[in-house]
């Protein structure tokens, strides 16, 4: 079965940077698209960006686009990786790895869309 596992979240000051992990196992994700959600108290889960598996084309909600954010995978190692860089406290939440069935990394940004989910891991930005 298919397994998420997000890892490297924590405390930063603003300004600071992050990378999470998110290790993927029970299947082979060629034909798939990975994604990273999030979910702040109080609000619904949002799209923060996307990437194809195979090739490796890239989208971003507009709330991180600019670089603050960037996506990117390791088919080695079967690995999912969000850098984040110049963290706002209003990027504090918890991180969603997810997965779901496409070739088109903005064909659905909807959380409905995505098949899988890793448990989460918090961010916490502090001012």
């Known amino acids: 079965q298919v397994q998420l596992v997000e890892s490297g979240g924590g405390l930063v000051q603003a300004g600071g940077s992050l990378r999470l992990s998110c290790a993927a196992s029970?299947?082979?994700?060629?034909?798939?698209?990975m994604a990273w959600f999030r979910q702040a108290p109080g609000k619904e889960r949002e799209f923060v960006a996307a990437?194809?598996?195979?090739?490796?084309?890239?989208?971003y909600a507009d709330s991180v686009k600019g670089r603050r954010f960037s996506i990117s995978r390791d088919n080695a190692k079967n690995t999912l990786y969000l850098q984040m860089n110049s963290l706002k406290p209003e990027d504090t939440a918890v991180y969603y790895c997810a997965a779901r069935r496409g070739s088109i990394p903005h064909g659905s940004t909807s959380r409905f869309a995505y098949d899988y989910w890793g448990q989460g891991t918090q961010v916490t930005v502090s001012s």
């Open positions: 990437i194809t598996w195979s090739g490796g084309n890239t989208y």
């Open positions: 029970g299947r082979t994700f060629t034909n798939y698209v």
